[in-house]
Every structure is written in C-alpha cells, then in structure tokens.
C-alpha cells in the first residue's frame, strides 16, 4: 500500500476562520491514522497446499456393481428382478444352476459400491468403501458383501471390495408400525476395498510442474509466485493465468522436497466477496469480505388465505321434491402487513445488516430476496452464488 503524506503550511491559514482549519486538520490526521492502520493491519496468510493442487496429482473415484447377503428378511423384493439374475450368475460361475424362478431375495440386496482411490495408491493399499441399495431393500443391517470389482472411468477394475458393513441406522417394521433411524440403506466398509492395478504416476525425473488453485484469482497467483521465489532464493515459478502457476525443478533436486518446501510456503489470500444462498433450505451464508453501500430498504408483505369449506344442504322435513346437495363456501382472507424499514449507513457491515434483518423479524426467504434486491441496487458489492 503507498503510504500518504498531509501537510499544511501556517502560512495558507486564514486567521479569521482558525475553528475550520483546526477542523480539516483534525480531519486529515484521522486520515492519516487511518491509513497507517490499514498499512500496518496483519494479513491472512494460508499455506500453498490449502489453496492450491498439484496438476496430476489427484484421486481417481472408483464404483462397482455387487450384492449383500446375509439380510435378516430386509433384502429386495421379488419385484426387484436384477438382483435374482446377479445372484443366478453368481452361482453360475461357482458351478451351482439354480432357475431363477426358484430364487428368493429377501436376504440379499443389490448394491452400487464407491470408493476414492489417493494418488500413489500401490498395489495393496486398502481404501475405505461406501455400499448403497440399488432396490427396495429396507436395510443392510448385518449384511456382508460379496467381492465386487470397481471400475474406473476407463473401464479396467483397480481394486475388489468385500466385508461385512456398517450401518449407523436400522429400520424395524412389525405388523405395519415401522420405526426407523437414521438412514440403513446406506453402509460402509472401512478398508474394505484393495487395490489391484495402481494409476501410473510417476514424478521423479520431472522438471515442471503446474499449482493449480483452487479459486482463480490473478492477484493470488501473483503472490504464490513471488513468494516461492523469495523463499527458494531464484526464479523458480511464474503465474501463467488466473489459477495456474509453473514450477520449475532444478537439475539434480529431489522432487518430493522441492514439492513440500513449495506446499509448506504462507502466503496472502484474497478471498472473493460472495454471499451463498440455498434456496431450499434457506441457508445464507455472507463472508466477511462483502462490502455494504448506504441504502434503505422498506420490506412488508401481503399474505392471503383462502379456506374452502363444504357444508350439507338438504330439504326440510316431510318437503317434496327437494335433495341432497353438498355446497362448497369458500373465503378469502387479505393480511397486508406493516412496512419494516432498515437504514445501512456509510461504513456499515455485514454484521449490522444480519442484526437489522433479525429486528424485523425477517425470514430466511425474506433475506435472500433483500440479498437479491439490494445487489440489484448497487449496494451489495459481492458475488451472489445460488445453490
């Protein structure tokens, strides 16, 4: 930040009107303060490998295709006919013909199994497995999975899944009354997948590499490059956009220790001004980066009500002629409330904002529509991300 300098000369002062340049100058040392302040105000330092990757070095997801057994009469229905044709090949294979109209399921279920294989991941690494129904299973309490090949998205298996699961839920129904908690049709198996066949990825040798960040950004750019080469004493990288930065490897040094000097480094953030909303929930999440304009908002709001009601029309007694009808009465109810007013000052922050709309009572959907409104005025200066 330049730094700024005020000075007045006693010369250019008018004596007959001392109280206004005793004002202006008291005005311009708050200034001055002011900026000093902001000069000497501590950064937010991260580290290189919180905001940013290593291009290449990454996980690759891994899914498969298998069935539980062992399912204490919580499997799929017989309405579910993939699972009886995935257990008839099953047993196929091991040599066993069964006609599959002979075949019960309620103690199996078919099920997708994911899993996340790291980078580096050799032959024999265990990794950790998600299980979930692919039917009308009720749960997969107590069920054990069959070995299932998981596939990559090139299509060759990298690892095989087996084990028994674990469930943080259950679901009991006995004659009609169910009682559920939590979610059972969804396990997982820790390490219960191998790997097969490693990712080749190999790095030693290499000269260049790319930091990607995670947000693009050419000003973070900028200062991760400045700063790995202060820290590494020579030009060892340089921005080439807003979200990639090129490393350079010196003949004869050891990359894993050049990659973890580089990852180790602090360097300044600068966050963008967003404000996330999930209009589902109605969640608002504003970060503290958001800059507020002065303005005024007048909030109300006109609910209606409308309440059918059916009433029985029928003859009076010993009447000819007459019938039955059902008549429908319907009413209309218009409630205009009050206007709610709020005032942002020059200065105002994200906090006033939040107390002001929390005075008024306003909802969750009532501030994602003032959000809206006020970025539409100008006085909102941040990105609005909607969920």
């Not at 044709?85 to 047993?91: A, F, H, I, N, V």
């Not at 979930?132 to 596939?151: F, H, I, K, N, V």
């Not at 990639?244 to 003949?251: A, E, I, P, Y």
């Amino acid at each position: 930040m330049t730094r700024q300098y005020f000075a007045i000369s006693a010369s250019t002062m008018p004596p007959q009107r001392p109280a206004a340049w005793l004002l202006c100058l008291l005005s311009l040392l708050f200034a001055a303060s002011h900026l000093s302040a902001l000069e000497n105000a501590p950064q937010k330092l991260a580290r290189i490998k919180d905001i940013a990757s290593i291009e290449g070095i990454r996980d690759n997801q891994l899914v498969g295709y298998g069935i539980v057994v062992g399912l204490a009469g919580t499997g799929d229905s017989q309405q579910t006919t993939f699972p009886i044709q995935t257990l008839s090949s099953t047993l196929l294979r091991m040599g066993v013909r069964v006609p599959a109209a002979s075949i019960r399921v309620q103690n199996l279920a078919a099920v997708f199994v994911s899993a996340t294989m790291p980078p580096f991941s050799r032959s024999g690494t265990k990794l950790d497995i998600t299980v979930s129904s692919a039917g009308d299973a009720r749960s997969l309490e107590g069920g054990l999975l069959l070995m299932t090949p998981l596939y990559g998205a090139d299509g060759n298996i990298y690892a095989q899944a087996q084990g028994p699961l674990v469930v943080g839920g259950y679901s009991i129904s006995v004659n009609g009354n169910t009682r559920q908690m939590n979610h059972p049709n969804t396990a997982r198996v820790p390490y219960g997948a191998i790997v097969e066949r490693p990712v080749p990825l190999e790095i030693e040798g290499m000269h260049q590499f790319s930091l990607l960040l995670n947000d693009a950004d050419f000003r973070t750019a900028e200062a991760v490059s400045d700063a790995i080469n202060r820290k590494l004493a020579r030009a060892a990288s340089h921005p080439i956009d807003s979200r990639r930065v090129l490393l350079d490897v010196k003949t004869g040094e050891e990359v894993p220790a050049f990659l973890a000097e580089v990852e180790s480094i602090e360097v300044p953030v600068f966050p963008r001004a967003k404000v996330i909303v999930n209009e589902r929930t109605g969640t608002v999440v504003i970060g503290g980066t958001v800059v507020l304009q002065p303005v005024s908002i007048l909030h109300g709001g006109l609910a209606v009500n409308v309440v059918s009601e059916f009433q029985v029309s029928q003859p009076g007694p010993f009447s000819k002629g007459g019938t039955t009808e059902v008549v429908q009465q319907t009413n209309v109810d218009a409630l205009d409330k009050p206007v709610n007013r709020i005032e942002l000052k020059q200065g105002s922050t994200v906090d006033d904002l939040v107390r002001s709309l929390q005075t008024i009572g306003a909802s969750a959907r009532d501030v994602i529509s003032i959000l809206q409104a006020m970025k539409s005025a100008g006085a909102l200066e941040a990105e609005i991300e909607v969920l």
